[in-house]
């Protein structure tokens, strides 16, 4: 079975601190993608990475930065959070280009006071 | 037009009943199709994936797809209330590399 883990269920931090939310696959998939999820917006794709130290922007990438340096690993990076951050967070990974189906990590919910 | 579109529900129906979630998409060239369940406060589960014209079974699961209508179903037989959730449908298209592209979800209540 695929799986995907992410580092923390919940999160609670401080408008401008700096977090790292971290997501780890096990099944030698290619490609990572970072998403957030919120009421009334569905999921939204902030980066994606196709490879190793490989990043790509996807529709809302402000105020995020990533992080792929080994194929397992892919951090998302909130330099300075801010309140409108405040989201359920998700990771999923895919096995190539060619082969889509995603599968999810278990989401973190982060509150940004 | 949105790229992805679902009616957001709630759609209701009684335990045993069919459950049938409609789902249509913009991009013609769209070659990949999925359905997810998400339960709430929970992470999407993938529960089927459809690549061409016509139907697959998955236990009381079938997708449906029409590509020339642009037009993607989920019948779920036999609904449970532990059906209860919200499915999202997602897209890929040949040209969007391997991003998926997501319905806001549609929200199913089976009622005992």
């Known amino acids: 079975d695929v799986k995907v883990t992410q580092s923390s269920r919940y999160l609670v931090k401080r408008t401008g601190e700096k977090v790292f939310l971290e997501c780890v696959q096990d099944m030698d998939h290619e490609n990572m993608f970072w998403y957030r999820q919120d009421p009334g917006l569905g999921l939204r794709l902030i980066y994606f990475?196709?490879?190793?130290?490989?990043?790509e922007k996807g529709d809302i990438p402000e105020g995020y930065s990533v992080s792929r340096e080994k194929k397992e690993r892919f951090s998302l990076i909130l330099e300075s959070a801010s309140t409108n951050q405040t989201s359920m967070y998700l990771c999923?990974?895919?096995?190539?280009?060619?082969?889509?189906?995603?599968?999810f990590g278990p989401g973190t919910r982060l509150t940004v006071l | 037009q949105k790229e992805v579109e679902q009616n957001s529900g709630p759609l209701s129906v009684p335990e045993g009943a069919i459950a049938s979630l409609n789902c249509t998409y913009s991009d013609r060239v769209s070659q990949s199709f999925f359905w997810y369940r998400q339960y709430s406060g929970k992470s999407p589960e993938l529960i089927m994936s459809?690549?061409?014209?016509g139907d697959k079974e998955d236990g009381r699961f079938t997708a449906q797809l029409n590509k020339a209508s642009q037009y993607v179903s989920l019948l779920i037989r036999d609904s449970q209330p532990s059906d209860s959730a919200t499915y999202l449908c997602?897209?890929?298209?040949?040209?969007?590399?391997?991003?998926?592209?997501f319905g806001q979800g549609t929200e199913l209540s089976v009622k005992p």
């Open positions: 999923a990974s895919s096995f190539t280009r060619s082969y889509n189906e995603q599968f």
């Open positions: 459809i690549y061409s014209n």
């Open positions: 990475s196709y490879d190793v130290k490989m990043k």
């Open positions: 997602a897209v890929r298209s040949y040209n969007q590399g391997g991003k998926l592209i």
